[in-house]
């Protein structure tokens, strides 16, 4: 099962990022270890990287077997033609997020400030993806947005229904008609790194159609047999919508595991569970089914939901399988 996982990673050479540009967290233009660049694609091995000073995007690779770049990464480049180069270092990252299973991860972008999360009344989205990717946004103290897509096309009662659960919790929920109108996101957008993420089909790729037009990404019909998106980004990729805020698209995604979070992060991810963690009889509680928990009075009281709880469950056994393995 993939999983996605944001992580927080300090950052010890504040010289390298002085003088930003972009969200408080660009890098200058030239270091004389090699030109200075965004990663603005990823494509397996290759990568495309927009050069700060001069904005020309050139070809790279890395050195060796080396492949651990994200889109949003900042990087040293060397030139070795007009437009093709190799990415000598990594500058420090402030984020990470990455996709993984008990074998292997993949990196989807990095230094991201925001995460939206696109679901759509049709197809039907996976809630338990959902709560996965706030649940990742909340372990690396990245703030989320949930983006309900396509309220034009159907009765969009039952989804909204669905979302007052995550609205009650304090998340922003906005539901949207990209085709139609986009005006209502683009403030969230603002001075922001952010990254769509979602499963296929949800319209993530239409909602860069329509806050970038001249981008022309490409778009393809959704399987109304199977309920279910056709996967249209295969690589994430960056655009710049203005001087200080860009966006990731990244591609869809349908289930994952968390594996990269250990069972603290795990239910401090969980913020309805903040103010009780603590306050169990046992310093050890699991939350599962022990004496006097301060979950499972929470619970009762109705101050936890019973979906938010079973889900909690759900993660904490597949972590803790991870761990024993």
Do not use: W
Request: proline content about 2%; some cysteine.
């Amino acid at each position: 099962m993939k999983s996605l996982t944001l992580q927080n990673t300090s950052i010890n050479n504040t010289t390298n990022l002085q003088n930003s540009e972009h969200v408080g967290i660009s890098i200058n233009a030239q270091d004389e270890t090699g030109l200075q660049g965004t990663v603005v694609a990823a494509y397996g091995k290759r990568y495309q990287v927009e050069l700060t000073d001069t904005k020309q995007r050139i070809s790279c690779v890395t050195r060796g077997k080396k492949t651990d770049l994200a889109c949003g990464d900042f990087v040293l480049v060397k030139l070795t033609d007009k437009e093709e180069g190799v990415v000598e270092s990594t500058l420090p990252r402030k984020t990470l997020l990455f996709r993984s299973n008990a074998f292997k991860s993949k990196m989807l972008a990095a230094n991201v400030t925001q995460i939206i999360i696109v679901l759509a009344t049709q197809p039907s989205f996976y809630e338990a993806l959902l709560n996965r990717c706030l649940i990742a946004a909340e372990a690396a103290g990245i703030k989320a947005l949930i983006v309900l897509n396509k309220c034009d096309l159907t009765d969009n009662h039952d989804a909204l229904r669905k979302l007052e659960l995550y609205s009650k919790l304090g998340y922003q929920v906005l539901p949207l008609s990209a085709k139609l109108d986009i005006s209502s996101l683009r403030p969230y957008l603002q001075d922001e790194v952010s990254i769509l993420v979602g499963q296929s089909g949800m319209g993530k790729s239409t909602i860069i159609n329509a806050l970038l037009p001249s981008e022309a990404v490409r778009t393809q019909e959704v399987s109304h047999v199977l309920d279910s998106g056709k996967h249209t980004t295969t690589a994430a990729h960056l655009y710049h919508l203005d001087a200080s805020s860009q966006l990731i698209d990244s591609p869809g995604l349908q289930e994952f595991g968390l594996h990269h979070l250990n069972t603290d992060e795990l239910e401090h991810a969980f913020i309805e569970f903040r103010p009780f963690l603590g306050k169990c009889r046992f310093n050890n509680c699991k939350h599962l089914q022990e004496p006097d928990c301060a979950i499972t009075e929470a619970l009762s009281q109705d101050k936890i939901s019973a979906e938010r709880l079973a889900i909690y469950k759900m993660l904490r056994t597949e972590i803790s399988h991870q761990i024993q393995h």
